[in-house]
């Protein structure tokens, strides 16, 4: 059946009017800081009472947050997509400008090693778990150019095509003192992966990555699930792997209600109701490049993530989204965080500022509070650029 369907799908892909596609590409040395008013950015330094967005302008996508206590200090600690290396940031201050924040550079391969890890290097995430440091993120080795027979294989263009997951292990407590060392390289069934992160459930570790149906897909990008054994060992089959969410809505696709080409389910993120014990994966949706890119939700409603009627999916549109009356395009790849006291919850994300985007995508980090509804969803706000009080425990940081 794979040759008829392949031809279908090409005909299909011809109605539709479907052409090239690029990977996601951007340059990080472009739309630097330079066109940013730098005490715009972030905290508002003379007060220390309020901050404005974006708290990053350098150009970088997929930002992801955390906490770590070490030595009796509390600090947040960033990271985000450079195309080149893994880098990591980190500040006692959650909204202060994150371009002046301490860096250190944790992996940095060479680009003509022809390693799978070694080019276009996305969406790093570190996590603690069970009391070590991991960082999974999706390398490929091409630089998003795969050789022409290979791409000739998919009915659509697939420069993502050799995009695969990796971990980096970390040799001690101390995230930004420790070691990282290459993991065998997750295993996606030798099949494109991009945007993979952990999901935790009841004491079992599970890997959320943004997957094909078949190796040669192409499009759409679904989520898919597998079941861990560690952080860094995968213990399902390709019989066993389900796909928990497809971009079937028309918010998803791109053009609106388009399927196939651009259709588009990536970034997945754990977020868990404190109160509740609900758990979520938001997601984005849409294309990253355009200014419709935005954030889905999945709501684990069953007792196994591995099964997809575990799953519910918001079908009421975007839970998070531009907004065009404050100029933010392009919301998407959220991670979540709290407060330096842990009692507000908030959202970090990238956004565009031009509902044109060129081809070399321009994103800046950004941060807002958010809440929960009565129901224990997440209640997220309209994307704004503030200026917004500091978040609770952080000016009182700046008094000691």
């Known amino acids: 059946m794979k040759g008829p369907l392949l031809a279908r799908l090409i005909t299909l892909a011809s109605c539709l009017g479907i052409g090239a596609v690029t990977a996601q590409v951007f340059d ?20 220390n009472a309020t901050f404005s967005n974006p708290v990053m302008t350098l150009n970088v996508g997929d930002p992801f947050m955390t906490r770590y206590s070490v030595d009796g200090e509390d600090w947040y600690l960033f990271t985000y997509s450079t195309n080149s290396n893994v880098t990591l940031k980190r500040s006692r201050y959650l909204t202060d400008n994150w371009d002046n924040a301490e860096s250190r550079v944790v992996f940095n391969p060479e680009p003509t090693s022809g390693e799978p890890w070694s080019t276009s290097l996305w969406a790093p995430e570190i996590h603690n778990i069970s009391g070590s440091w991991y960082i999974i993120f999706t390398a ?5 150019n795969p050789p022409p027979l290979l791409d000739a294989m998919c009915p659509i263009n697939c420069p993502a095509i050799n995009h695969r997951m990796f971990v980096l292990a970390g040799d001690g407590p101390d995230p930004w003192k420790a070691t990282f060392t290459m993991k065998p390289m997750l295993d996606t069934y030798d099949q494109f992966a ?69 259709a588009t389910n990536e970034g997945p993120q754990q977020l868990t109701n404190p109160k509740t014990g609900q758990n979520f994966v938001i997601y984005s949706a849409a294309r990253v490049n355009t200014p419709f890119y935005c954030l889905g939700m999945l709501e684990l409603v069953g007792n196994d993530p591995m099964e997809y009627q575990s799953w519910r999916k918001h079908r009421d549109g975007c839970v998070f989204h531009q907004n065009t009356a404050t100029g933010i395009y392009g919301t998407g790849h959220a ?19 031009t509902a044109n985007p060129a081809s070399d995508l321009y994103r800046t980090a950004r941060i807002q509070k958010f809440t929960w509804n009565d129901d224990g969803t997440p209640k997220f706000p309209l994307a704004e650029n503030g200026p917004f009080s500091v978040p609770a425990g952080q000016q009182a940081l700046t008094q000691k």
Not at 140 to 144: A, I, N, Q, R
Not at 346 to 351: F, G, N, Q, R, T
Request: charged share 20%.
């Open 335 to 353: 991670s979540f965080t709290t407060s330096p006291d842990g009692s507000e919850d908030y959202i970090v994300y990238h956004a565009q500022t």
């Open 140 to 144: 490929t080795s091409d630089g998003d």
């Open 194 to 262: 991009i945007d993979g992160t952990y999901f935790q459930f009841e004491d079992n570790l599970y890997h959320i990555y943004s997957c094909w149906e078949q190796k040669y897909s192409s499009w759409p990008a679904n989520l898919c699930i597998t079941r861990m054994s560690d952080p860094w060992t995968i213990n399902s089959t390709l019989a066993e792997r389900r796909i928990i969410s497809i971009p079937n809505e028309p918010w998803e696709q791109v053009p609106y209600g388009r399927p196939i080409r651009l």
């Open 28 to 47: 990080p040395n472009k739309g630097s800081s330079s066109g940013w008013d730098p005490a715009t950015v972030g905290t508002n330094k003379t007060t």
